[in-house]
């Protein structure tokens, strides 16, 4: 997703590019945009000239929705973060106060940020780094 809204075009950009520039293979990239095309994400074209394009405007599309569509919804859980079978309000782990703080940050930063602006970070620090202006 990134890398489609780098591009900033409403021509497709076929999946064998991005395969190769992120070394996924082309199957498994193919499946990815299958469910981001069902959550109108992203919109498929065939033939020719076929390719991914962005379903609506890059800045209109929050990361969480990405994330969601990916890996389903980012809420707290009674998942314990040390491994103990439930950790909820009523039966506390020792990080549970710490940890729901954490989730709580997490969702909100990716309700809060677009895929434009993320692109666009990812732009500048290719800039950066292309200038030697970061040490590796």
Same mark, same amino acid.
């Given at each position: $997703?990134?890398?489609?809204?780098?591009?900033?075009?409403?021509?497709?950009?076929?999946?064998?590019?991005?395969?190769?520039?992120f070394q996924i293979p082309n199957?498994? *990239?193919?499946?990815i945009v299958q469910v981001l095309?069902?959550?109108?994400?992203?919109?498929?074209?065939?033939?020719?000239?076929?390719?991914?394009? *962005?379903?609506?405007?890059?800045?209109?599309?929050?990361?969480?929705?990405?994330?969601?569509?990916?890996?389903?919804?980012? !809420? !707290? !859980?009674? $998942?314990?973060?040390?491994?103990?079978?439930?950790? !909820?309000?009523?039966?506390?782990?020792?990080?549970?106060?710490?940890? $729901?703080?954490?989730?709580?940050?997490?969702k909100s930063l990716l309700e809060?940020?677009?895929?434009?602006?993320?692109?666009?970070?990812?732009?500048?620090?290719?800039?950066?780094?292309?200038?030697? *202006?970061?040490?590796?």
């Amino acid at each position: $997703m990134i890398y489609i809204a780098e591009k900033m075009t409403d021509i497709p950009i076929i999946t064998d590019e991005i395969a190769d520039e992120f070394q996924i293979p082309n199957h498994f *990239l193919k499946k990815i945009v299958q469910v981001l095309t069902k959550h109108n994400l992203l919109k498929t074209y065939r033939g020719r000239h076929g390719g991914v394009t *962005l379903a609506r405007p890059s800045r209109d599309i929050k990361i969480i929705d990405i994330v969601e569509v990916i890996d389903g919804p980012v !809420s !707290s !859980s009674d $998942m314990c973060v040390i491994g103990l079978d439930v950790c !909820s309000d009523e039966a506390i782990c020792p990080f549970h106060n710490n940890w $729901m703080t954490i989730q709580d940050s997490i969702k909100s930063l990716l309700e809060n940020e677009n895929l434009e602006h993320l692109a666009e970070e990812v732009i500048e620090k290719r800039r950066l780094l292309s200038h030697g *202006l970061f040490d590796n």
